[in-house]
């Protein structure tokens, strides 16, 4: 688990600031569970790519950027539950984000049956069973590690339930169904 601890991320909107106090929090309270590793984020686009669309809907946004490599539910419902611990310290709303494609490279209807596997593991907040399905059933789903963080962290605020709000993969837009990309919005209340 690799965290930028500090300074600013440059997109065409301008900079998005680092929060190094909830930053130094982590570091604090993940007992080594957590570093910095800045070579880890370097060629990793998972917290770029969400970037833009956060300063859109906030100007003042602030981030803690983490890339986390490994899919082991134990480090993972670990980490959601320091995460957890922050938010509910904090004294202010926060949001969890993880970035993900979905299952990549396989013709669009074997990606949309392995697509709504792993959602549906994901709408039943089963980070465990998320991580399982996407070995078990060769789901290429990238952020699957991140995404189990957010549902173990979303569980230990009480989150009870998620909700798929858009599904799509790259055939839609490229006519090209042979080989597509499956995308999600999921949004945890």
């Known amino acids: 688990m690799s ?3 500090e300074g600013a991320f440059r997109t065409p909107l ?8 909830m930053s130094k929090a982590l570091l604090a309270v993940s007992r080594g569970v957590v570093g910095v590793d800045h070579d880890a984020h370097r060629a990793e686009h998972a917290v770029e790519v969400e970037l833009p669309f956060l300063q859109l809907l906030r100007a ?6 983490l890339v986390i490599a490994w899919d082991a539910w134990d480090a993972a419902r670990l980490l959601g539950e320091m995460l957890a611990g922050l938010v509910q310290a904090a004294g202010e709303p926060m949001l969890l984000l993880a970035s993900s494609d979905m299952n990549h490279y396989e013709p669009a209807g074997v990606t949309e049956q392995k697509d709504a596997q792993a959602l549906d593991a994901i709408c039943a907040l089963d980070g465990a069973e998320l991580l399982v399905r996407c070995k078990r059933e060769r789901i290429s789903m990238c952020g699957r590690g991140p995404a189990a963080v957010v549902i173990a962290a979303a569980r230990a605020l009480g989150a009870e339930r998620a909700e798929v709000v858009d599904y799509r993969h790259s055939g839609w837009v490229s ?10 919005g999921v949004v945890i209340p």
């Open 3 to 5: 965290l930028w601890e």
């Open 14 to 21: 301008g900079d998005v600031p680092i929060d190094a106090e």
């Open 60 to 65: 003042d946004v602030r981030i803690v950027p």
């Open 175 to 184: 006519g090209d169904n042979a080989r597509v990309v499956g995308y999600a």
